[in-house]
Every structure is written in C-alpha cells, then in structure tokens.
C-alpha cells in the first residue's frame, strides 16, 4: 500500500465543485484499493459526508480572502506535511490551481510532489468579462477578485508545473496551453523555451 498526502482546498462537504469532486473521488478511490490517504483541506464547521472509513482528515487554518486563500491554504497544509517527517508519505497529491504552494515548500517536503492541475488562473479570468461582473453579489466579488487579483498568483501555478515531480493534466488542449505558456514566461529556460515541457 502506498501513503498518500492528498492537499485539496476543495473538499465536500465544503466544496462539491470540480475540485471537490475530484478530490473526493480520489481518496475514496485510492483507499478502496488499500492504500493509505490522509485528506488535508481547509477548517470548517460542516457535518461530514460519507468517506471511506480508512482516510484520515486533517483540518489546517486558512485566509477567508478572494484567491488569497489558495496560497494561505497551501501554506498551512504544506507546513502540516513537513512537520509529519520525511517517512510519514510516500507521495504528496496537491490539487493545484486551488491550493498554491510557496516555492520553498518544493524543497522542504520530503516526499515526491504530483500536481494535478485542476485548470488555471489565467484561463479562468480571460473568461470573465469585466463589464458583466456584479461586485456586490457573492459570485461577482469572487469574479471580480479573479479578474484582478489573480495574476499575482500565476506564479505559483507556474512553480507547480516546473518543479512537480509529476503533473497530472487531464485535456490535450491543456497541455497545448501550458507548453505555450512556459514557453512565453521562460524564454531562457530551454525545456520551457523548446514547447514541448509537457510531451
């Protein structure tokens, strides 16, 4: 049986989003199988849904903020692993673009990172018509931060792709985007700079 670390900042009964649902099916799915997962998502006052009775929940603390709880979310949850030890994972599942990983976490865990690029940042805001967006409703302050505050966290995204030990992308047409990406915002690295980073 293989430990897995599974760092989702979407996970029911928080969030039944695409993330959330991923990340659901997943752990269930890898603890099915017999392997050991341990869920650590975001703190929250919700009655649980049903899990298999084998995965382990960890609640860490995070920034109630428009795309800024993306990074404080993955702040905590990666300073929760490191503090587990070198031993504790065999692997670390981080489901990016909703938790963000400091750059130096990539050197403080132990374990091999896998992302799965759950999307991104950039695509998600080139979406949004600034003109259509409603800044008093829930949904429109949410667009609004998307809109403009997320390019400070392309960053980030980019961090996962490039210094994963694995990425996980689920369309082609995603993997084309983020070839194209790398080889525009690292024209001097020559794996980004060549297009084909993800083949």
Same mark, same amino acid.
């Given at each position: 049986?293989?430990?897995?670390?599974?760092?989702?900042?979407?996970?029911?009964?928080?969030?039944?989003?695409?993330?959330?649902?991923? +990340?659901?099916?997943?752990? !269930?799915?890898?603890? *099915? %199988?017999?392997?050991?997962?341990?869920?650590?998502? @975001?703190?929250?006052?919700?009655?649980?849904?049903?899990?298999?009775?084998?995965?382990?929940?960890?609640?860490?603390?995070?920034?109630?903020?428009?795309?800024?709880?993306?990074?404080?979310?993955?702040?905590q949850a990666a300073r929760?692993?490191?503090?587990?030890?070198?031993?504790?994972?065999?692997?670390?599942?981080?489901?990016?673009?909703?938790?963000?990983?400091?750059?130096?976490?990539?050197?403080?865990?132990?374990?091999?990172?896998? +992302?799965?690029?759950?999307? !991104?940042?950039?695509? *998600? %805001?080139?979406?949004?018509?600034?003109?259509?967006? @409603?800044?008093?409703?829930?949904?429109?302050?949410?667009?609004?931060?998307?809109k403009l505050l997320s390019?400070?966290?392309?960053?980030?995204?980019?961090?996962?792709?490039?210094?994963?030990?694995?990425?996980?992308?689920?369309?082609?047409?995603e993997e084309r985007a983020?070839?194209?990406?790398?080889?525009?915002?690292?024209?001097?690295?020559?794996?980004?700079?060549?297009?084909?980073?993800?083949?």
């Amino acid at each position: 049986a293989v430990k897995v670390a599974m760092l989702t900042a979407e996970y029911p009964p928080h969030h039944w989003g695409g993330v959330g649902t991923s +990340s659901w099916s997943l752990a !269930n799915g890898f603890a *099915e %199988r017999g392997h050991e997962v341990t869920v650590v998502t @975001r703190k929250h006052d919700l009655p649980p849904v049903y899990n298999h009775p084998g995965i382990r929940f960890v609640h860490v603390p995070w920034l109630k903020f428009p795309m800024a709880f993306a990074l404080s979310f993955g702040k905590q949850a990666a300073r929760w692993v490191v503090g587990q030890g070198p031993d504790a994972f065999d692997a670390v599942l981080v489901h990016s673009n909703m938790t963000l990983l400091p750059a130096h976490a990539y050197r403080e865990i132990a374990q091999p990172i896998l +992302s799965h690029m759950c999307g !991104n940042w950039m695509g *998600e %805001r080139s979406g949004l018509d600034l003109s259509r967006i @409603r800044p008093f409703s829930v949904s429109g302050a949410n667009d609004l931060a998307v809109k403009l505050l997320s390019p400070l966290y392309d960053k980030y995204e980019d961090l996962a792709v490039r210094k994963s030990e694995g990425v996980i992308i689920e369309a082609v047409s995603e993997e084309r985007a983020w070839n194209e990406r790398l080889k525009r915002r690292f024209p001097s690295d020559p794996e980004a700079a060549g297009g084909a980073f993800m083949s």
